[in-house]
Every structure is written in structure tokens, then in C-alpha cells.
């Protein structure tokens, strides 16, 4: 299994434009999430999904949207990217039994928007 | 509201010596989940252990031991025998009953020095 992958590694953005971070898990997990980690902080959900085709908004989702077409995929969309938008960007998933509620991360994009 | 702090910014000790890691949580929730994730220096965030609210007993893993106090709201880290390769960032993180939200404190950064 390769986990929770996301592409890309790096990335940098001029402020206005647009882009598609992807998320991929191959472990059949139903619950996703997108996380931001800004510097010196802690990780911020912004994102959440419970399965295909149902989402919903974490602490700060402002700015951000995302879609969940598949159990595998869970892409986050930054529309009109802004300078407060550059952090590092972790991805996660985790399986739905309750005994079991620790996320799988991936290994992040960073995202710098000047 | 869900709130977790972890109020040591930056830890450093000797090598071979004793650290704590102090967690400190809020939530109004009767069932949650405490986690504790570990960041090294390549960045990726790796599972340690999750605990869920009915259960104080108190666990040992290797050098690594963690301290559940509902009384206190408390949910302590102790790295026993510390080594280089224990240095990272620590995170604590709480989770509601449902498990579609994470909050995670802002870390600690420990430094073990050789």
C-alpha cells in the first residue's frame, strides 16, 4: 500500500490564481481530511469528509473548496490564492471503525502564494 | 468548544535524560479521544498513541509512557531515557465522539542534545 499520497511536494502560487491540491488513499478509508500548518502552529482542519460524496467544513475553510467524487480521492481547490494561504497543507485519512480513530497523514504540499 | 493547549513551546535535554510533555485539553464531550503525533525533522506526522475518555489507565510503550488524568484534563507525555532521534515535534490532539473533527494543540518542540 502507498498510504495517503498528495502532489504536489512544492508549489508556488502568484496571488489570484488558482489550483487543485490532490489527495489519494489506498487503504479504502471512508473518513478524509485537508489540514493547514502554518509556522510554530498546530494543524488546522479545514476540510472533512465522511465518505464519497459527503463533505463539510473544519475550523477555517474560508478560501478553500473540495469534493469527494471517490472513497480514494479528496481534492482541496484554492480559488483566488492570497498571501494568508501560504502554509504547509497535510492531507489524512482513517478508517471508520471506532476503535480505530487515528489518521494516516500524508506527507504534505508546500504552498507559498506571493 | 474544543480546545487543546500545550503551553511548552521548546523543550531541550541531555541525552539519557527524563522529559515530560505536558497536554492540557477542554471539550464538554463525555466521550472523546486524546492522540499523540510525533513530527521529525523530515516532516511527515507519525501516530503514538490514542486514549479514549473511559479509559485512565495509564500505558508504557518502550521508552514512551502517557499519563491520562480526567481530573486535571490532562493527557501527559514521558519519554524516558531520551535519544537524538526523539527529537521532533509533539503534538496533542483531541477528538469528538464522532471522530470527524481534530483539534491539535501548537506543539513542543524537544531538542535532545548528545
Known amino acids: 500500500n502507498a498510504g495517503v499520497t498528495q502532489t504536489p511536494k512544492f508549489r508556488i502560487l502568484k496571488i489570484g490564481q488558482s489550483m487543485t491540491l490532490q489527495c489519494a488513499q489506498d487503504?479504502?478509508?471512508?473518513?478524509m481530511y485537508w489540514y493547514r500548518q502554518d509556522p510554530g502552529m498546530g494543524l488546522k482542519l479545514i476540510y472533512y469528509?465522511?465518505?464519497?460524496?459527503?463533505?463539510d467544513k473544519g475550523e477555517v475553510p474560508n478560501g478553500y473548496n473540495v469534493s469527494r467524487s471517490t472513497t480514494e480521492d479528496f481534492p482541496l481547490r484554492l480559488e483566488l490564492a492570497a498571501p494568508s494561504q501560504t502554509s504547509v497543507y497535510f492531507c489524512?485519512?482513517?478508517?471508520?471503525?471506532?476503535?480505530?480513530?487515528?489518521?494516516?497523514f500524508g506527507p504534505g504540499t508546500r504552498l507559498t502564494v506571493t | 468548544a474544543q480546545k487543546v493547549t500545550q503551553a511548552q513551546t521548546e523543550i531541550s535535554v541531555v541525552e539519557k535524560e527524563d522529559v515530560t510533555l505536558d497536554c492540557v485539553y477542554e471539550?464538554?464531550?463525555?466521550?472523546?479521544?486524546l492522540f499523540w503525533y510525533k513530527q521529525p525533522p523530515s516532516g511527515e506526522l507519525v501516530f503514538l498513541i490514542r486514549?479514549?475518555?473511559?479509559?485512565?489507565q495509564n500505558e508504557i510503550s518502550g521508552r514512551y509512557s502517557w499519563n491520562f488524568q480526567k481530573s486535571t484534563s490532562s493527557f501527559n507525555f514521558t519519554i524516558t531515557a531520551s535519544q537524538v532521534v526523539d527529537s521532533a515535534v509533539y503534538f496533542c490532539?483531541?477528538?469528538?465522539?464522532?471522530?470527524?473533527?481534530?483539534?491539535f494543540g501548537t506543539g513542543t518542540s524537544l531538542t535532545v542534545i548528545p
Open positions: 489524512a485519512s482513517r478508517p471508520t471503525r471506532a476503535s480505530s480513530y487515528e489518521q494516516y
Open positions: 487503504m479504502n478509508h471512508n473518513y
Open positions: 469528509s465522511v465518505g464519497a460524496g459527503i463533505t
Open positions: 471539550t464538554r464531550d463525555t466521550t472523546y479521544y
Open positions: 486514549r479514549n475518555s473511559f479509559d485512565e
Open positions: 490532539a483531541l477528538s469528538e465522539a464522532t471522530g470527524n473533527q481534530f483539534y
